[in-house]
C-alpha cells in the first residue's frame, strides 16, 4: 500500500510557528517551567545539579507510580513511559495488530492510529460518531462493525476533534465489543483532567476489561507539550511487549521530562494544573461562544464538553482546506479543516489561549 502521511500534523509542522496566531493547537496553552516549579515552591535554578543521563527506558519509578495512582488498580509495572501518546499510540499497533489484520477505528478522532494503522497494512473498519445526536457513539454501527476477525478496537475519550465525553453506557458498549471479539481496545484519553463544564475526571476504560490500552500524555489537559512525554497504561505483560519495541525506537524520554513529569503528576502539583486548565477552557470558550453567537449562523456545532477545542459546522461556499489557507496566507491565522478528519464543511477551533491572542 502508498505510505499514508498524516496530512494533520505535516500541515501544522510546518506552519504552526509561522503564523502571527496558532489556533490549531488541541491542548491548554502551554505552561513555563517557572511557572510549573513555582507550584512546587521551587525555582529552575534547583535543577541545576541534575545528571542529563539516562533514565530508566520505561520511566523512572517515580514517574511510573504517579501515573499509576491515576488508574485505579494499576502498579508501576503495568505503566510504560513514552516520547508523548504519539509513540504510545504506534508502537501499541505494531506490537498488537500485524498486516492484514482488522481494526476498527471510531471516528472523527486524531487520524494517528488510523494512519498507523493503514501503514501497517490492517484492514480499517471506520465507525463514525452521530453528527446529528450531538455526536453520540452508535452503538449499533459499533456492534456491526465488530466482527470475530476485530483485532482491536480504537475510541479517543474526551473525542478529539468534538470534544465529547462517552456516555456509561456507551463507554459499557465498546467493552462489550471488545470482548465479544477479543480484541485489544485502544483508549485515546489525552484529554482526561480538561473537563470544561464539570469537576468529576471523565472515567478511564482501564480496568474495565482485561485488554485495555490506556493512553495519556502531558501535553493536552496538563499544558506541557515541550516535556514530551507520554504513557500506556495495561496489562504488565502486554506493557512490557510494547516496551521491546520502544526499546527499538526512542529507548527512553529525557531524564529531565521524567523527573519534570513526576513533579507535574504529584499530589502537590497536579491539582494546581488542572485548576489552571479549567480556568483557560471556561474563560476562553465564553469569548469563543459571545463570537460565535454574533455571526448570524454561519456556525453550528455541539459545545464541547472536555478538551481545548471545537469541532463547528459552517455555512460557506468554501472548502475547510481551501479557508485554512487563505485565513494562513492572508490573515496569518491557522486553524484545521475538516476534511483532515474526513468531515468536510468543518473546522477544528482551539480555544484554551490566553485572551489577547483569541
Known amino acids: 500500500m502508498p505510505f499514508q502521511p498524516f496530512v494533520m500534523e505535516q500541515m501544522m509542522s510546518e506552519w504552526e510557528n509561522v503564523v502571527d496566531i496558532n489556533l490549531s493547537e488541541s491542548g491548554v496553552h502551554p505552561m513555563t517551567l517557572g511557572e510549573l ?3 512546587d515552591g521551587r525555582e529552575a535554578g534547583d535543577l541545576a545539579d541534575m545528571g542529563l543521563v539516562y533514565p530508566q527506558a520505561n520511566g523512572t519509578v517515580e514517574l511510573r507510580e504517579a501515573i499509576a495512582a491515576m488508574y485505579p488498580g494499576a502498579t508501576a509495572n503495568d505503566v510504560l513511559v513514552t516520547v508523548g501518546a504519539a ?12 498486516p492484514g489484520g482488522e481494526v476498527v477505528i471510531v471516528l472523527p478522532n486524531y487520524m494517528q492510529v488510523w494512519g498507523v494503522a493503514k501503514n501497517r497494512g490492517c484492514r480499517v473498519k471506520e465507525v463514525y460518531l452521530d453528527v446529528e445526536a450531538d455526536w453520540a457513539l452508535d452503538t449499533a454501527a459499533l456492534d456491526a462493525a465488530v466482527s470475530a476477525d476485530t483485532k482491536m478496537i480504537c475510541v479517543v475519550n474526551p ?5 465529547r465525553i462517552m456516555s456509561e453506557p456507551e463507554m459499557d458498549a465498546v467493552v462489550v ?6 480484541a485489544w481496545l485502544l483508549a485515546d484519553e489525552v484529554y482526561r483532567g480538561a473537563e470544561r463544564e464539570r469537576d468529576e475526571e471523565t472515567p478511564s476504560f482501564y480496568g474495565r476489561y482485561d485488554k ?3 493512553q495519556g500524555s502531558m501535553s493536552k489537559a496538563y499544558g506541557l507539550p515541550g516535556l514530551r512525554v507520554g504513557w500506556t497504561v495495561g496489562p ?4 512490557a511487549d510494547m516496551s521491546r519495541r520502544h526499546e527499538y525506537t526512542t529507548i527512553a524520554t529525557t531524564m529531565l521530562s521524567n523527573h519534570l513529569t513526576a513533579t507535574a503528576l504529584s499530589p502537590k502539583v497536579r491539582p494546581q494544573i488542572l485548576a489552571r486548565t479549567k480556568m483557560l477552557l471556561k474563560g476562553g470558550y465564553g469569548l469563543l461562544g459571545e463570537w460565535l453567537s454574533e455571526q448570524d449562523g454561519v456556525f453550528t456545532g455541539t459545545p464541547p464538553d472536555a478538551a481545548a477545542i471545537t469541532f463547528l459546522k459552517y455555512d460557506l461556499p468554501i472548502s475547510s482546506t481551501d479557508w485554512m489557507e487563505q485565513l494562513r496566507d492572508e490573515r496569518s491565522v491557522l486553524i484545521v479543516p475538516g476534511d483532515h478528519f474526513g468531515l468536510e464543511q468543518h473546522i477544528r477551533l482551539s480555544f484554551a489561549v490566553p485572551e489577547p491572542q483569541l
Do not use: H, K, Q
Open 212 to 214: 485495555v490500552l490506556a
Open 177 to 182: 465489543a471488545a470482548e465479544r471479539s477479543g
Open 87 to 98: 509513540e504510545a499510540n504506534y508502537i501499541a499497533i505494531n506490537t498488537f495488530l500485524e
Open 236 to 239: 504488565a505483560g502486554a506493557v
Open 159 to 163: 473525542n478529539n476533534p468534538t470534544g
Open 37 to 39: 516549579l513555582a507550584m
